[in-house]
């Protein structure tokens, strides 16, 4: 990105740019490197100064060096409109004497008089959004979300065929021996029958229980079934 260029200091870059996420400090630097053969005072302020920390926000620049100034946003709480940002900063320089310090500049060194050069850089602020993970998206979360539900549930639908098999063999099983039981009974009966006619009609204790089962079997067949 180019920057500025004054009397004194060449300044990188020509705007403040932020990497912007909420509820993070962020932090971005610029460059003011002397291009004269004698001391150079500078000054950094800025419209909102509650909400930039500024290192160092005063100084003083040997010739020919470099001077790097950090500039860290403190925390968002909720994002500006259309991402844009109103605030700026300015940057003042000054000839100082050989051998001046920090120490040594004070705010009346900054004073527009006759016959005096300030020299004055503006720089706004940029916010540059951070990268964010794709989303994933909707038909994966649903699959995901019905799966996890079915194994919460207890239900494991790829047992289920499996099971049912087994369920339905084991009662078609039943149901063939309980047939074949009923079967069994029956032809009892009709001994039973035969030898109580040749009794005179009456029945005996055996053909009782006998019926009795019988019915019991029938019952549990239809049951089941």
Request: contains cysteine; glycine residues 6%.
């Amino acid at each position: 990105m180019s920057g500025g260029s004054g009397s004194f200091l060449e300044i990188q870059p020509s705007e403040l740019a932020f990497p912007f996420e909420l509820m993070k400090q962020s932090s971005c630097s610029m460059q003011l490197t002397n291009k004269t053969d004698h001391y150079v005072a500078f000054k950094v302020k800025t419209t909102n100064p509650k909400q930039y920390c500024v290192r160092p926000n005063i100084g003083v620049v040997l010739p020919g060096s470099t001077c790097d100034v950090t500039v860290t946003m403190q925390a968002q709480k909720e994002s500006p409109p259309d991402m844009q940002c109103k605030d700026k900063f300015l940057v003042q320089s000054v000839a100082a004497e050989n051998g001046a310090t920090a120490q040594d500049i004070n705010a009346a060194m900054f004073n527009k008089e006759p016959g005096k050069v300030v020299d004055e850089f503006k720089l706004r602020v940029v916010y540059v959004p951070t990268t964010t993970p794709s989303p994933i998206p909707e038909d994966s979360e649903l699959g995901s979300s019905a799966h996890s539900s079915a194994q919460e549930n207890g239900i494991n639908h790829s047992a289920m065929p499996q099971s049912a098999t087994s369920v339905i063999s084991k009662l078609t099983e039943e149901k063939m021996s309980a047939i074949q039981q009923n079967q069994k009974l029956r032809q009892e009966l009709d001994l039973l029958r035969k030898e109580s006619s040749k009794n005179g009609g009456r029945f005996s204790i055996t053909f009782l229980v006998v019926v009795g089962l019988l019915g019991i079997i029938v019952g549990y067949i239809l049951k089941r079934t």
